[in-house]
């Protein structure tokens, strides 16, 4: 009978000094070690297990030599900076503000804009009324020839003329043999001459059309005198391509080379 209550009270001291399972520290959740992103490892541990609902602390560590990781691009941080600021714009409030800005100051608008057109015709003008007046340009060529005198002109004269005007007028000085380049920078000086008288005179034409010259210092006289100058620009390039295909003809002819030039 003893035995068995010894035994008996054994167990019973055995169970109590032994702490039950739900007492019992967690046992550590293994570290999972993941490759990360720019060649860093990520360590991941856990720090509450109840075999449920853990809770992890991450930590990266890097192994690319201790260096940080990479900064993004200055293309990258422009874009998003832009993409920021463009977010942030109120294209509405934008809109309301400048109705409103021409609401309250439409008076002060529409003179400057009046100033504003009138000082750029003006401007206009003048280099016109200059460009007219001065003589180094191939418009002016022989202004002291009248137009029609100037068309009666033995071409193969006046072409002897104008070739021999051009290589004077662009010859250069360290290499007075180069007769190719002279004839290459009057080729594109005379095309767009060509181009820049055209361009006035349709000016000019359209400002007499709406009668700005009642309040413009211009007169027909300056519509006149373009009209002039774009008749001479136009036979002189006449005049040159009309040489150049002679020119070329007699290359082939006599079996040499031919010189490339731009044509106006």
Avoid at 54 to 81: D, K, L
Avoid at 136 to 145: A, I, L
Avoid at 232 to 255: C, D, G, M, P, V
Wanted: aromatic letters at 10%; a neutral charge.
């Amino acid at each position: 009978m003893e035995p068995l209550f010894y035994g008996i009270l054994a167990f019973v001291a055995l169970r109590t000094a032994i702490s039950p399972v739900s007492n019992l520290p967690p046992t550590p959740a293994p570290i999972t070690s993941v490759k990360a992103p720019n060649a860093n490892d990520s360590h991941i541990s856990s720090t509450n297990g109840d075999g449920i609902n853990n809770v992890y602390n991450v930590s990266f560590v890097n192994n690319n030599g201790n260096q940080p990781a990479p900064h993004p691009t200055t293309y990258e941080t422009a874009q998003g900076y832009f993409k920021k600021t463009i977010s942030g714009i109120n294209l509405s409030e934008i809109a309301s503000n400048i109705s409103q800005y021409c609401s309250e100051n439409k008076y002060y608008i529409v003179v400057s804009a009046v100033l504003g057109g009138y000082a750029y015709m003006f401007y206009k003008l003048r280099s016109i009324q200059s460009y007219v007046d001065n003589q180094p340009s191939w418009g002016g060529w022989k202004s002291g020839v009248a137009l029609e005198t100037l068309l009666a002109i033995p071409q193969d004269k006046l072409t002897h003329d104008l070739m021999t005007a051009i290589q004077e007028r662009y010859m250069l000085p360290e290499n007075p043999t180069d007769s190719l380049t002279p004839l290459i920078t009057f080729s594109k000086e005379i095309a767009e001459e060509k181009e820049l008288v055209n361009e006035y005179h349709t000016y000019v034409s359209w400002s007499t059309r709406c009668s700005l010259n009642k309040i413009l210092p211009f007169s027909q006289t300056l519509l006149e005198q373009l009209a002039e100058r774009k008749q001479r620009i136009t036979y002189l390039s006449t005049l040159f391509q009309s040489w150049l295909a002679h020119y070329k003809l007699e290359q082939i002819k006599h079996n040499r080379p031919i010189l490339e030039i731009p044509t106006a």
